[in-house]
């Protein structure tokens, strides 16, 4: 399993899609900050408008981008800085999802908002080093049309937008399912196209250290030196300890430890081993051992994690520390 999907399986992201919004003449919505463990996500169907965070932050959104944003924003008409008043907002509803519209005529932009839940805790490693926000070109040029994307992209978006329009029995599902799979070809496209804003996603697309780090991620019980992963990675030691940093953001020690305390929280919630056994698996000689280094991560002891999750199955965050 190649490690962008064992990091998207470790931090259980689902997702579900709030609003379609059909928009057109000078509109501003605004959207407030994310709760924890939520991660609101744009996806642009067709034509392009403007988002501006709480921060100053503005970025302009085409068909086939994918944005994912926790902070507070605005969605904006390219000329909204011109209004002083912009066009009311109607809701209806199109059998799918709740519908935004705004103007008359013929939409502007289509846009699919939603939002991703996932596991907080250790098992937020992926999300926890994604920058805010994450916008991605799909299509990895600006266009203007979902006419204009290359192939496999065109196909899948053009299926969102049929379903979302059709509105046929089981079209939420589908949608749904494919949000998922566009959020794994933004990770993947962002690192290919921002290698050098240090994230796991960054990490993952030099090839050389992914595969140092999918060794890491693969048998985290093993004794691993500097050294070792050098020669994964065909550095040498102190090459390759200033590129993993620059890279991933975190020192190969810190980037281990993390995965070390995913892994353990996944099999503590999966199966029915004891502690000492998955702490054996992941890296530690003693539950003693195990058990320290997943309170200080935690805030709890991984029993007490394992029971929490067994009384509340949909809890994700841990006790402590997140």
């Not at 939520?38 to 965070?53: E, M, Q, W, Y």
């Not at 098992?123 to 916008?135: K, Q």
């Not at 020690?253 to 919630?269: G, K, N, P, S």
Request: contains cysteine.
């Amino acid at each position: 399993m190649d490690m962008l999907t064992r990091l998207i399986q470790l931090a259980r992201p689902q997702a579900g899609l709030d609003v379609r919004c059909l928009l057109g003449g000078h509109y501003d919505l605004p959207h407030s900050e994310a709760t924890a463990g939520i991660a609101p996500f744009h996806v642009v169907l067709s034509g392009a408008c403007r988002i501006d965070t709480a921060t100053g932050e503005s970025l302009i959104a085409r068909a086939g981008d994918f944005i994912l944003l926790r902070k507070a924003h605005r969605v904006r008409s390219l000329a909204a800085e011109d209004v002083a008043t912009p066009v009311p907002i109607y809701m209806e509803y199109d059998h799918l999802l709740p519908l935004r519209r705004t103007g008359e005529g013929a939409p502007e932009v289509d846009l699919l908002c939603g939002h991703f839940d996932y596991a907080r805790g250790p098992n937020e490693l992926l999300f926890r080093t994604l920058p805010d926000p994450l916008h991605v070109s799909l299509t990895g040029q600006h266009v203007t049309d979902a006419a204009d994307m290359p192939g496999m992209l065109k196909s899948l978006v053009d299926l969102m937008r049929q379903e979302a329009v059709g509105a046929r029995a089981g079209a939420l599902a589908v949608v749904t399912a494919l949000s998922q799979a566009l959020f794994a070809m933004a990770l993947r496209n962002h690192g290919e196209q921002h290698p050098q804003q240090a994230s796991v996603l960054a990490l993952i697309a030099d090839a050389r250290l992914s595969a140092a780090a999918q060794a890491l991620l693969k048998n985290p019980g093993q004794a691993w030196t500097i050294e070792k992963l050098g020669e994964l990675a065909m550095m040498s030691r102190a090459t390759f300890a200033r590129h993993f940093r620059a890279r991933s953001g975190m020192t190969v020690w810190q980037f281990l430890t993390e995965a070390r305390m995913a892994l353990a929280c996944d099999l503590l919630r999966e199966t029915r081993r004891s502690a000492a056994d998955i702490g054996m698996e992941v890296g530690y000689q003693s539950e003693a051992a195990f058990g320290k280094a997943f309170r200080q991560h935690t805030g709890e002891m991984p029993g007490q994690y394992r029971r929490r999750l067994r009384q509340h199955p949909a809890a994700g965050s841990t006790g402590g520390a997140a």
